[in-house]
């Protein structure tokens, strides 16, 4: 059974840019989420999408939103990139929010 | 919103020893989560535990979900080198989820 599967591993971009990450969950796993990862605050949760609705949301600005279609698979995307969005982004799928999630590798986005 | 209190920040240990971490809220929790993450990669699932006094073993790992729902351990028993590495819990209620800081584990052989 394929894991979780996040697209690119590693990504170099310049303050001021944009950038979408791809997500693509364990088959049958509905539930998708985003989180991010520094070295400064830890693990924190972006937002969670279930059937290509956006149903939990953490409190990041309005420049990280994301979708999902409807074979699941979702993206992630960043605006107006800040030096403070480098960091370590997981994505995670499960049969429903909060029942054990499954993590992807991340992709290790690093602002210049 | 606030993460989780979760200590110890680090622990040193020797080769068969036993290790014992926790994670502390201030809000309520239907479900704690406890994960084990290596370099470079995300997160694994170790235990999940879904109800308030359950606890739950997974090979030589135990977990429990505080009766207060309020707070969980995790348990190694006789450590191995191959237990290195950063370990999270994770507290979901609702529409919230949140992190422990992590607790990062050497096992000396």
């Known amino acids: 059974k394929a894991g979780v599967t996040q697209t690119p591993r590693y990504l170099i971009k310049t303050r001021g840019q944009q950038v979408t990450l791809s997500c693509s969950p364990i088959s049958g796993h509905r539930s998708v989420s985003w989180y991010q990862q520094t070295p400064g605050q830890g693990l924190q949760f972006l937002f969670e999408?279930?059937?290509?609705?956006?149903?939990n949301k953490g409190n990041f600005p309005g420049r990280f939103s994301g979708r999902q279609f409807s074979n699941s698979r979702s993206e992630m995307n960043v605006s107006t990139l800040e030096l403070g969005d480098s960091a370590l982004y997981l994505c995670?799928?499960?049969?429903?929010f909060g029942y054990g999630y499954t993590f992807g590798s991340g992709t290790r986005l690093t602002v210049v | 919103g606030q993460q989780l209190n979760q200590s110890p920040q680090s622990m040193f240990i020797q080769e068969g020893e036993d290790v014992s971490m926790n994670c502390t809220s201030s809000?309520?929790?239907?479900?704690w989560l406890w994960y084990k993450q290596d370099p470079g990669e995300g997160p694994v699932l170790l235990i999940a535990l879904y109800k308030a006094g359950e606890l739950t073993s997974n090979g030589r790992l135990t977990a429990q979900f505080g009766i207060t729902r309020k707070d969980s351990f995790l348990n190694i028993s006789a450590s191995i080198p191959s237990d290195v590495g950063i370990y999270f819990c994770?507290?979901?209620?609702?529409?919230?989820?949140?992190f422990g800081a992590g607790t990062r584990l050497t096992v000396k052989p």
């Open positions: 809000s309520i929790f239907n479900t």
């Open positions: 999408y279930f059937s290509e609705t956006q149903r």
């Open positions: 995670a799928s499960s049969l429903a």
């Open positions: 994770a507290g979901h209620e609702n529409n919230d989820m949140r």
